[in-house]
């Protein structure tokens, strides 16, 4: 049985709760991904996710990227899941709560990130050998 550790993003980009979502969409272009880690350090417990819907949101209130904060448009205590996790059931969860991205922890600390286009993959890579 596959596991989302076979697969998902082990690169976790964070940002901390006080900086702008500015310096957060800046990240995210920079390394080329559409949601971050929320966290007071790169490896402290995880606080929330950032993605680009809540950045779509922040532009769509008006507020000044460059004084917004994170922790005001973060997604607080997301849905988590572990290396351990089902593919199939990482998929349930984010078809159920309406998103495409779910921070990978060990403990309370981010590990990883899948997204629902990994999960499109992997998917399409199992059906095409299977």
């Not at 008006?62 to 922790?71: D, F, K, L, N, P």
Request: proline letters at 5%.
């Amino acid at each position: 049985m596959a596991t989302l550790g076979e697969f998902m993003a082990r690169e976790v980009i964070t940002i901390e709760p006080e900086d702008t979502i500015g310096h957060a969409a800046e990240k995210m272009v920079q390394h080329g991904v559409s949601a971050i880690v929320v966290a007071d350090s790169p490896y402290s417990k995880l606080l929330g996710i950032v993605t680009e819907r809540d950045l779509t949101r922040a532009v769509a209130g008006r507020v000044h990227t460059s004084e917004a904060r994170v922790r005001e448009w973060m997604t607080p205590e997301p849905k988590t899941v572990s290396e351990s996790t089902d593919p199939v059931e990482a998929v349930q969860i984010m078809v159920e709560g309406g998103f495409r991205h779910l921070p990978v922890v060990e403990g309370d600390r981010a590990v990883g990130i899948v997204s629902i286009r990994d999960l499109a993959e992997w998917s399409v890579t199992t059906q095409a050998s299977g």
